[in-house]
């Protein structure tokens, strides 16, 4: 079946725009986790919806970022008046939540640059 | 608070010897961990997870809960072991991940 879909694959964009990231989830998959990955870094937890539970932001590095989820599928990531330390891999990671034994399917990634 | 680690951010072996990528959590219960690996230009995929005891790609990784390790261990390296390993710790609420730092192993010829 289709696995963790990301779009755009590559953005750039000029310092001080506004992006958009869209991930689409596994279907019926009711978890959904945003994170960064810097060059040369690990993962960096940014936001993480869990069916109809308020989304845990904790990961939010400042207010320009913002997530949402629409009707328990589709996510979209926003950064707000970009700056050239946002760039990095934007990667979407959903999955299905039954207890403890669960594991994450990553989508490929959105590869954002801020010139 | 749950947290893992991994030491050792580049890992360097040749060919054909052993290979430990080291994990330890901090964790208040049960843990169940899981190896996560992501080759060159690939995404990041499910290595193996603690519950299954299985053995993928000739990897194997047991859970120590005393020296609260869960290193991820082959007797014989390949060049195409070469990638990223995340070790990853599920909170007991079922919420957020927690990754590891990440451990990029590199196999020489």
């Known amino acids: 079946g289709a696995g963790v879909s990301q779009s755009p694959s590559n953005k750039v964009t000029e310092k001080g725009k506004d992006v958009e990231l869209r991930c689409d989830p596994i279907s019926g998959h009711t978890a959904l986790y945003w994170y960064r990955q810097s060059l040369g870094q690990g993962l960096e937890f940014l936001i993480y919806f869990q069916g109809n539970s308020a989304p845990d932001k904790s990961g939010l590095p400042s207010d320009r970022f913002s997530a949402e989820r629409t009707g328990g599928s589709v996510s979209t990531l926003t950064i707000q008046r970009t700056q050239q330390e946002d760039s990095a891999v934007y990667l979407c990671?959903?999955?299905?939540?039954?207890?403890?034994?669960?594991?994450?399917?990553f989508g490929p990634g959105t590869r954002l640059t801020v010139t | 608070a749950q947290r893992v680690t991994q030491p050792e951010k580049l890992l360097s072996v040749f060919k054909g010897a052993p290979v430990e990528l080291k994990c330890n959590y901090s964790y208040s219960g049960s843990p169940e961990l899981f190896w996560y690996v992501q080759y060159s230009r690939q995404r990041l995929q499910l290595l193996l997870r603690h519950i299954s005891r299985e053995s993928i790609k000739g990897f194997t990784a047991d859970l120590n809960k005393g020296e609260t390790s869960f290193h991820l261990k082959k007797p014989f390296a390949q060049e195409e072991d070469s990638a990223m390993y995340y070790c990853a710790l599920p909170p007991p609420e079922g919420q957020n991940f927690v990754f590891g730092p990440g451990t990029r192993l590199s196999v020489l010829p």
């Open positions: 990671a959903s999955s299905d939540y039954r207890g403890l034994i669960y594991e994450q399917y």
